[in-house]
């Protein structure tokens, strides 16, 4: 089947691409609505014009699966620390169980696919049986080797990660294609492009239906002692040491946090903080 080839981007730096896959390709760049539309690559266009949720994730099953692989999903990291961490907004694809889990026991802090993604910018290739020797040096061994179980218990033994541009420099949107097949020696030049091609459209149109747009900027109508306990908040400080160096007390410092909770729409501490950083970061 004849495609067209995108440019080369640099962000990427994967092999050079066959002539002829089994997906087309495309640019990244932004593609405007109405009759141009059409001009948009099959794949793409297809989830564009889904006009629900579900019949999007038929599709993208229908995309993964043709390629080998088990499940897709994504999440948003920010890329302000030494590991990278999720911002509350994810998409699970194929598989919801194991997004949330992956985010409930925070495995993004200690995944080496993650960390090779985000600071090579290039596709993590992998097998599960690797995976605790690719993990860096000082990273708890003890909560790697629960992430590797927790792969095996799925039937996630290897699959491919991408990088994709965030809403700013220090943001990343995160794409994984899964599969239970053992090794990663089948994951040849030919399936990480199409891999490449499934994930780079599942980001554009995540783009394009706004379900990953910025969040709103709430600094209007904030109070001095809450941008405050947010920049602090932000650089990691516990609420005692905040308490501390604005003179607040704990009890009037736990006020404002739930004020701020419930104004940036989160759950928790940590996701207060990650919006806080997001927020200082623009």
Known sequence: MEIETP??????????????????????????????LQAAPPLLRRLLEA?????????????????????????WVTLRHAWPEALPSEKAWTDGDWV?????EAFFEIDPRMHEATQTGVPCVWHVDELER???????????????SALRHNRMNSGV?????????????????????????????????QAWAVAFSVHQCQLHQGST???????????????????RLATG??????AAG?????HKVDYHMRLLRKRFGVRNRLQLSQSAARLLAR
């Open 7 to 36: 440019p080369e981007r640099e962000t990427f730096r994967i092999a050079p691409r066959p002539a002829h896959t089994g997906l087309p390709l495309f640019d990244a760049a932004p593609r405007p609505a109405g009759a141009q």
């Open 51 to 75: 006009g629900d949720d579900s019949t999007r994730r038929q599709v993208v099953r229908e995309a993964v699966a043709a390629l080998g692989f088990q499940s897709l999903g994504s999440c």
């Open 161 to 193: 990660l991408f990088a994709l541009p965030g809403h700013g420099l220090h943001e990343r949107h995160m794409v994984g294609l899964l599969s239970p097949s053992s090794g990663s020696h089948w994951i040849n030049d030919r399936v990480l492009q």
């Open 134 to 148: 690719r993990a860096p040096l000082g990273t708890p061994r003890a909560r790697v080797a629960r992430f590797v």
């Open 246 to 250: 604005l003179g607040l007390s704990l």
């Open 100 to 104: 949330r889990q992956y985010l409930d």
């Open 213 to 231: 747009a910025p969040p709103e900027d709430h600094r209007a109508g904030l109070t001095a002692v809450q941008h405050h306990i947010l920049s």
């Open 237 to 242: 400080e516990s609420d005692k040491a905040i």
